[in-house]
């Protein structure tokens, strides 16, 4: 799997536990004090997501850093 793909599987890592939070991309980005367009961006893949940016996502969504990379191990292995 590339580095493209992989971001993907992050993009609808983060979109799912968004959706399952309850929230929609406004909120998040609203709870990150940025444009609802960075939240649509990382989950298209169309953005890089740093470690940084992953923490403050992370406490967005009301969820921990380590689920979210659990979640994410299970995508990648799923293919």
Request: charged content about 35%; aromatic content about 4%.
């Amino acid at each position: 799997m590339d580095k493209q793909q992989r971001r993907a599987k992050l993009g609808e890592t983060l979109a799912a536990m968004r959706a399952e939070a309850g929230l929609n991309q406004a909120e998040v980005a609203s709870r990150l004090g940025k444009p609802q367009s960075f939240v649509s961006k990382y989950e298209s893949a169309e953005r890089r997501v740093e470690l940084s940016d992953l923490e403050e996502i992370t406490g967005a969504l009301g969820a921990r850093l380590e689920d979210v990379i659990a979640r994410y191990r299970e995508a990648v292995n799923a293919g």
